[in-house]
């Protein structure tokens, strides 16, 4: 066995290395900085607005808007789309919490909506039940990477004359029936945080959207509602992507399908290894739905113990989410613990694994084998 592997084998496993981006783009992101650095434009420039073009392109929509990070494009497509106090927008309960601040910064109330079991997303089976009169719109999540259910969350919203923002924060290049998410709603909202799969070195996100006055709108808000300088037309936010971490970017996105590749090969790795054991569920991927992986889950009843033997064997662990919105001090009066089962079940069980396009295959057998030989082998016939 070559040494390099043996090595691998033996070392740390961090859950996740982004020191390892930098030392496969072999001074490409220092020589990025510095040109940028050098240039003296900074904001609102040059970098900014080809990564526009490039990720617009990238994703199959007419239009782009750099903002500051994930949960500002949430925020400011809903703002864009005419969202405000009074309006009710569903989002799932199973997510991150800055889906639903999103909502409550625009002045309008988050409406949770359970979790399917099978995939973890949204359950588009309980969106009617949840809308009102005042319901405006629907933010679902593509979790982990994977797809929500469009078809049926789209059909639900035409329905009801509804806005749909999808939270791709998770998901760039993710695609549904073969059409990338972000591209399927009214926007799309992504995130640019360093561990997503196109991450820069901060905070950074945008909007993609078909619709060129909201569109427009996004850029107004996201610079103090300024289209000219000192000629404020509404109240904005300070909320922009930087020229910097767009250069970034845009050095990183010709490299995005091949990275997401790299963490699919792993996820069938293990995929496969990890289902010979019965005490282990994985989320679903429905047949429409093609994945990045931006992480791997898996579920497990006893998760704690579970990561905890694996840290003894210096193998790094993530939950997401031990804590979800609805049991955190700005929800918990209205949505009280016990009334989102599917979600708090999952906040139990789930464990995500080491998943990073650098990681090598013969590491993520080592985590396979780790994490059976801690649940034990499967049930014999």
Known sequence: MPSNIVACLS?????????????????????????????????????????????????????????????????????????????????????????WLAVTRTGA???????????????????????????????????????????????????????????????????????????????????????????????GGAVVTDDEALAERVRLLRNYGMRNRYEIETAGVNSRLAEIQAAVLRLLLPRLDEWNGARASLAALYTSRLGSSDSISMPAVPSWADPVWHLFTINHPNRDAVANALAEQEIGTLVHYPLLPHQTPPYEEEWPRGSLPVAEALATSTLSLPLYPQLEAAVCERVAEAVLATVGPAASA
């Open 11 to 99: 070392e740390p496993v961090p859950y996740l290395d982004l020191s390892a981006l930098p030392r496969e783009l072999d001074g490409e992101l220092e020589r990025t900085v510095a040109r940028v650095a050098a240039s003296g434009w900074y904001l609102l420039g040059p970098e900014l607005e080809a990564f526009e073009q490039d990720f617009a392109s990238y994703c199959g929509a007419r239009h782009c808007v750099g903002v500051g990070s994930g949960m500002s494009a949430i925020e400011l497509a809903l703002l864009a789309g005419g969202i405000g106090p009074g309006d009710e927008v569903i989002v799932p309960a199973y997510t991150w919490i800055a889906t």
């Open 109 to 203: 109330t988050p409406v949770p909506v359970d979790a399917d079991a099978a995939t973890y997303n949204i359950d588009p089976n309980l969106i009617p039940a949840a809308i009102t009169e005042r319901t405006a719109a629907i933010v679902p999540v593509h979790l982990r990477g994977e797809p929500a259910d469009m078809d049926a969350v789209t059909a639900i919203a035409a329905d009801a004359g509804l806005l749909v923002v999808e939270d791709a924060a998770q998901a760039h290049g993710a695609r549904h029936r073969g059409r990338r998410v972000g591209s399927i709603g009214e926007a799309g909202a992504f995130s640019f945080y360093p561990t997503k799969n196109l991450g820069c070195l901060g905070d």
